[in-house]
């Protein structure tokens, strides 16, 4: 089914230069699109700052995880990554801490057991997609055929079929979206993250930022790998990790997997795709 596009993908996403920054503007002309009761609506979430961020929380606030009050989703995008996932599992068994995963397909290709392994720590995964990519250069098969390839490789590594989708830089197309509803997904993407990726991020620095914009119903987004993004990026993630929990649990909010934090929170009401348990 997908062999026409498995003979054009790279074995890994990794290319030939980092991707600079996840700050790199949207599409000029084409931008991303969500679409929403039948409108066609565009969002600056190709420069996905919390600035561009505040129109989608507010109109789509399922979209960006919006989640209980007293809850805060944790996620963690582009691994399994042999290197760093199982520091970042650790670091959530030590504390009893459940998460999601929002992997990609190269990564689990290449590192089926550690897939498995975050599964069966009780962790929730999403499917990131196989090639790293903006959703607004691409067209609707290629996307088709792309976001069924990783869920194919998740469901075999892990034998759980995902149900969350988070595009690569947060960038959806209508072509994603139409994608993502054919295979049972919801996109998800985040209200706060970490800027882990950006020149000379330190664990402080990802506190910081976190702290600023940390809040019940936030969803939160780090990376459990460098696959996509400068070398430390994960390593500044890891070190603010047990900090963020602490911070959590000092403001009496719990911390865990997206489908806890969907559960009750305002994400109950998206509209683009069906609930799922
Ligand atoms: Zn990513």
Redesign the pocket.
């Known amino acids: 089914m997908h062999g026409r596009a498995r003979s054009r993908i790279p074995a890994h996403p990794v290319p030939a230069r980092p991707v600079p920054t ?1 700050l790199m503007p949207a599409h000029p002309v084409l931008g991303p699109w969500v679409l929403a009761g039948g409108a066609v609506l565009a969002v600056a979430q190709g420069a996905p700052g919390l600035t561009a961020l505040a129109p989608v929380r507010r109109l789509f606030p399922g979209l960006a995880g919006a989640g209980a009050p007293d809850h805060v989703a944790l996620t963690f ?2 691994g399994p990554d042999p290197g760093f996932t199982p520091r970042f599992l650790a670091t959530l068994a030590a504390r009893g801490v459940r998460a999601t995963f ?1 992997l ?1 397909g190269p990564m689990v290709q290449a590192a089926p057991q550690l897939a498995a392994e975050i599964t069966a720590a009780g962790h929730e995964i999403g499917v ?1 997609g196989w090639e ?1 990519r903006y959703a607004t250069v691409r067209g609707p098969r290629a996307l088709r055929d792309d976001l069924a390839r990783a869920c194919d490789t998740i469901a075999a590594a892990t034998g759980t079929v995902p149900r969350l989708y ?1 595009p ?2 947060g960038v959806l197309s209508a072509g994603a979206l139409i994608a993502a509803r054919r295979l049972g997904l919801r996109p998800i993407l985040w209200s706060t993250w970490g800027r882990e990726w950006t020149p000379g991020a330190t664990p402080v620095s990802v506190q910081a930022t976190l702290a600023r914009t940390l809040g019940g119903g936030a969803t939160v987004l780090l ?1 459990d790998s460098d696959c ?1 993004a400068p070398p430390g990026t994960a390593v500044a993630a890891l070190g603010a990790l047990p900090w963020l929990l602490d911070e959590c649990a000092r403001r009496g909010l719990r911390a865990g997997p997206l489908a806890e934090h969907l559960a009750d929170g305002p994400g109950r009401d998206y509209r683009t795709n069906a609930r799922r348990g």
Do not use: E, N
């Open positions: 996840r995008d582009d929002f990609l990131h790293h988070r690569p830089y990376h996509t």
